[in-house]
């Protein structure tokens, strides 16, 4: 399975951007996909995840103000960003397993990750 995530860019403070992130390869309905970030100088902290049957779960510096989604068809999540903060500037990171796992805010539950994506909240 391949990620390819694509939207991040400059934003100022109380703005708001969205992240893409395409699968290519074999994947099924049972995948959890989501989103990871890692600011300078910090550890890669989970953003986002979703469950194969749509539940959703945030970080909690996230909550309120990200929302996580996926298209089927498109075999794309999505991470819509709002009121973004200049603490949310970090690289941030697709990733997906091949199943739900109670451990889901641990990186090294992830199997297949995308190249990061920078985002830079600033004024």
């Known amino acids: 399975v391949q990620l390819q995530a694509s939207g991040g860019g400059w934003v100022q403070p109380g703005g708001s951007l969205r992240l893409s992130c395409a699968a290519s390869g074999r994947t099924d309905s049972n995948y959890a996909w989501g989103w990871f970030r890692q600011a300078p100088g910090k550890e890669r902290e989970v953003v986002a995840m979703r469950r194969s049957g749509g539940s959703t779960y945030y970080g909690d510096s996230v909550k309120g103000r990200f929302s996580i989604s996926r298209d089927n068809a498109r075999n794309t999540v999505y991470l819509q960003m709002n009121s973004l903060k200049p603490e949310d500037t970090a690289v941030y990171y697709c990733?997906?397993?091949?199943?739900?796992?109670?451990?889901?805010?641990?990186?090294?539950?992830?199997?297949?990750w995308g190249q990061g994506t920078q985002i830079t909240v600033s004024s």
């Open positions: 990733t997906a397993r091949n199943s739900w796992t109670v451990a889901w805010r641990s990186e090294s539950s992830y199997h297949y």
